[in-house]
T-cell receptor, first 113, second 119 residues
Framework: AQSVTQPDIHITVSEGASLELRCNYS??????LFWYVQSPGQGLQLLLK??????LVQGIKGFEAEFKRSQSSFNLRKPSVHWSDAAEYFC???????????FGAGTQVVVTP | DAGVTQSPTHLIKTRGQQVTLRCSPK?????VSWYQQALGQGPQFIFQ???????QRGNFPDRFSGHQFPNYSSELNVNALLLGDSALYLC??????????????????FGPGTRLTVT
């Protein structure tokens, strides 16, 4: 069965520092992978997506993610975080042929001054 | 261009009651998926509607049902509410595209959600 694991429940980072959020997946075929962000009380916003090709993908708000098949990982990075990046981040995998997304449990990011 | 909208924003119901949540997809989208997000967890897939029919379903009981209308909007109905049904219910819309495995079906745009509290 497919699964998505986000090992870090909570991360605290200083404003201006770099950020990396981990995501590991278990999926038989080549996965479709996504990162979403959720601000308090809000829905989910798509940050970036990977379908195939270049394993380093660029997203919105200065985020990027790298697909590593050998490690079954799709980690999200940002070189310099802003206070507005404080939110919950979800990794997701396309879990079937018709658009079903399976999400990880999320990583809460806190940004300190 | 309006994004995905959901109503109501918040809802408080009593155990055993029934509830209906509504969703209007992003303009141009034809597929609606519903997710349940319990506090502190990631969203869980409930079901997906395309061409007014339920195309696939997650691991949710029959108390959860839905409908899609000709204008692609959708409703989620939950009968015999339990305390455990308290959650944020998210609607996501997408474009079915060319069929099975279509990338556009995975590019889902989410609404702000309906917060359901069952007391």
């Amino acid at each position: 069965a497919q699964s998505v694991t986000q090992p870090d429940i909570h991360i605290t980072v200083s404003e201006g520092a770099s950020l990396e959020l981990r995501c590991n997946y278990s999926y038989g075929a080549t996965p479709y992978l996504f990162w979403y962000v959720q601000s308090p009380g809000q829905g989910l916003q798509l940050l970036l997506k990977y379908f195939s090709g270049d394993t380093l993908v660029q997203g919105i708000k200065g985020f990027e993610a790298e697909f590593k098949r050998s490690q079954s990982s799709f980690n999200l990075r940002k070189p310099s975080v802003h206070w507005s990046d404080a939110a919950e981040y979800f990794c997701a995998v396309g879990a079937d042929s018709w658009g079903k997304l399976q999400f990880g449990a999320g990583t809460q990011v806190v940004v300190t001054p | 261009d309006a994004g995905v909208t959901q109503s109501p924003t918040h809802l408080i119901k009593t155990r055993g009651q029934q509830v209906t949540l509504r969703c209007s997809p992003k303009s141009g989208h034809d597929t609606v998926s519903w997710y349940q997000q319990a506090l502190g967890q990631g969203p869980q897939f409930i079901f997906q509607y395309y061409e007014e029919e339920e195309r696939q379903r997650g691991n949710f009981p029959d108390r959860f049902s839905g409908h899609q209308f000709p204008n692609y909007s959708s409703e989620l109905n939950v009968n015999a509410l339990l305390l455990g049904d308290s959650a944020l219910y998210l609607c996501a819309s997408s474009l079915a595209g060319s069929g099975r495995g279509s990338r556009s079906s995975y590019e889902q745009y989410f609404g702000p959600g309906t917060r359901l509290t069952v007391t």
